[in-house]
């Protein structure tokens, strides 16, 4: 096997269990997407039975909520395919790009940054609680939120647009569409809300 570049010194430090799922072939996107799949359904599973118990799906509407749940589910779906994805990118080689870019140290962070903005969504939603602690997590939320305006902005209008690519600026629409539909969620569950049941203040 060819040497291996590490991105950061996180992945110096995790080198044998990065090494172990590269000699694995983890890191090809037709293994670890259909894996991380599986292991999304669980936890989709878990929010679920959470919202049933807090009450949390009575605030969308019958005719609203296939998407929602939609868009729970899409969030578990994220959730371990990033981290995969975060771990994947702590080697070089691994990564879409012909040579190294300047910023190859900080995709595997941005990654687990996302990941943790997720954590903090979903854990909000099955708490279903209006605590200080909750507050400091939308915060949390709310800041991943902008980051994620300020990529979607940089792709309509720095990459080239093709409807039949979803790599494109095309996927600046999506992730901004994504995003706002999540914000607006966000904001009701702390604005609009009101008596879950389950709520403890």
């Known amino acids: 096997m060819s040497t291996l570049t590490f991105a950061n010194p996180m992945g110096a430090w995790l080198a044998p ?6 000699s694995s072939s983890f890191f090809e996107w037709y293994v670890y997407m259909p894996l991380m799949t599986v292991a999304s359904l669980p936890l989709y599973y878990a929010v679920m039975r959470s919202l049933r ?60 940054y996302i990941a943790s903005v997720v954590v903090a969504y979903l854990w909000l939603i099955v708490r279903g609680r209006r605590a200080s602690l909750d507050y400091a997590a939308g915060l949390y939320v709310q800041v991943g939120l902008v980051g994620g305006y300020v ?38 569950r702390f604005v609009l809300a009101r008596h879950l049941v389950g709520q403890n203040t």
Not at 17 to 22: D, R, S, Y
Not at 172 to 183: E, F, K, S, T
């Open 17 to 22: 269990v990065l090494l172990g799922l590269h």
């Open 53 to 112: 118990a807090n009450g949390a799906l009575a605030m969308v509407s019958v005719h609203g909520r296939g998407f929602w749940l939609a868009g729970y589910y899409f969030l578990c779906f994220l959730l371990p395919n990033v981290v995969a994805v975060a771990l994947k990118t702590m080697i070089v080689e691994e990564m879409d790009y012909p040579t190294s870019p300047w910023f190859a140290s900080l995709v595997s962070p941005l990654h687990f």
């Open 151 to 188: 990529v979607a902005g940089y792709r309509l209008f720095n990459e080239w647009w093709a409807w039949t690519d979803p790599t494109t600026a095309v996927s600046g629409v999506v992730m901004l569409a994504a995003l706002l539909a999540y914000n607006w969620d966000l904001a009701r």
